[in-house]
């Protein structure tokens, strides 16, 4: 094709581009209604209530139907595609956003079996997302998280859905509806950080009261402790920012490089440092995670994914397993927990080094945008989400993790920031 002809092509797309990105926003909003109810058993009642309507002989009929209508949230495949051919400015960006899809389709192929579609899903999202606004991504993911929720919270208050609660340290902890107590904190905990993210930390004291209120019940009731030590690091890292911002301190610019340098590397240190003590795990009381109870699920982390290790190895696409709960998975039902909370964990050991090493590319990439903007307050709470993911496993779930989408979105309606301190705030 000539280089007139792909011109020629290009223009005549791009008079699809307002309803491309209508396409968009209707399956991200599906993909992230999907996912959160996931969290919740409203998708089990509709499929429940599904099968209903079919006699038991049409039951694999049913089966596909519901398939083929929850499977139409992955078309949001088209806008990805049509970013490649239309939107990206140099080849650069074809040539990676493509292998991109190319990636995430290899791995939908590969655990077929397993109807595992998290990278593919994550590839599409991601090269999707190029060039929209991230905050309007953000406030569409803060206000689904929390009316859903919120209405599967009060529902099971007034005792139409149940509970499902666990015991640790002799504390029940409640999940007021959802599957986990931790699926709620970290849905609930992930919005705050969205939400501080997009106020650039500058919050009202009304923003500072409902995190507090929601950090208290979460600590009586719900007991998600690294949601509230995430949630407890980013309100701290706010209240610092203002008063270096309504002061007028200015950090000689060494530090400040130093500082950003450090939040940059916080992905890789903090994978490279979790995966060294999974590597070197030892029952040795002397050993300083054993020596402190504190530390208690950190151990349970590095145990749990050093035994998984021994048995699924490392691979450059992963060794993909069925949990323990499951009848002849690999573990053959040793009584294990074998659930890999640790994000690190879960997708170097599942999906392979190859996924390993592209999702903390973009973690690292949407970093470095971050600071070639000056945006260091919204680096600082990447980095505490890169602690987060030592523990738990959220950071290939766009529901949770939102940040997934940063990677090539735009940032023209993000305020705040080294360039824009001088602004009057808004809430």
């Given amino acids: 094709m000539s280089e007139q002809n792909k011109i020629d092509l290009k223009k005549e797309l791009l008079k699809y581009d307002r309803s491309i990105d209508k396409m968009y926003w209707i399956f991200l909003v599906f993909i992230l209604v999907y996912e959160i109810l996931g969290s919740t058993p409203f998708l089990l009642y509709f499929a429940q209530w599904y099968a209903g309507l079919f006699d038991e002989n049409s039951s694999e009929l049913a089966v596909m139907l519901y398939q083929s209508m929850m499977n139409l949230r992955f078309l949001i495949i088209i806008p990805a595609i049509y970013n490649i051919i239309v939107k990206t400015v140099s080849k650069k960006e074809k040539i990676f956003l493509s292998a991109m899809l ?3 389709w290899y791995y939908a192929l590969r655990m077929r079996d397993q109807n595992d579609t998290y990278i593919f899903r994550d590839m599409a999202m991601i090269v999707a997302s190029y060039g929209k606004d991230y905050k309007k991504i953000a406030k569409w993911c803060i206000g689904l998280v929390s009316g859903i929720m919120a209405f599967t919270i009060a529902m099971n208050l007034m005792g139409i859905i149940p509970e499902w609660t666990l015991e640790r340290d002799g504390n029940v902890r409640h999940s007021f509806g959802t599957l986990g107590p931790t699926n709620l904190a970290g849905h609930f905990g992930f ?16 923003a500072y009261a409902v995190i507090v209120v929601l950090s208290v019940l979460n600590l009586v009731f719900v007991d998600g402790r690294t949601s509230f030590l995430s949630v407890f690091l980013g309100c701290c890292g706010c209240l610092i920012y203002n008063v270096i911002r309504k002061s007028r301190w200015k950090l000689p610019e060494t530090i400040t490089r130093g500082v950003r340098a450090l939040f940059l590397a916080s992905y890789p240190f903090s994978a490279v440092f979790y995966l060294l003590l999974v590597f070197t795990y030892s029952t040795d ?49 040793t009584g294990y927990y074998e659930f890999l909370d640790s994000s690190y964990a879960r997708v170097l050991l599942m999906y392979g080094w190859v996924a390993f090493i592209l999702i903390l590319g973009l973690m690292v990439w949407s970093q470095y945008r971050l600071m070639k903007k000056g945006q260091t307050f919204r680096m600082y709470l990447l980095a505490v989400l890169s602690m987060h993911f030592i523990m738990e496993h959220h950071i290939l779930e766009p529901a949770y993790n939102i940040f997934l989408l940063l990677p090539f979105a735009s940032f023209s309606g993000l305020r705040g920031g080294q360039t824009d301190i001088s602004k009057k705030d808004s809430d």
């Fill in 191 to 206: 919005a705050i950080m969205a939400y501080m993210f997009i106020k650039d930390g500058i919050m009202k004291w009304q």
């Fill in 102 to 104: 190319f990636l995430g």
């Fill in 285 to 333: 009381p002397n050993v300083f995670y054993n020596r402190f109870h504190i530390l208690y699920s950190l151990i349970g982390r590095i145990e749990n994914a050093n035994r998984v290790m021994g048995v699924t190895g490392i691979t450059p696409f992963g060794n993909y397993y069925e949990n323990y709960w499951v009848a002849g998975n690999v573990f053959k039902n």
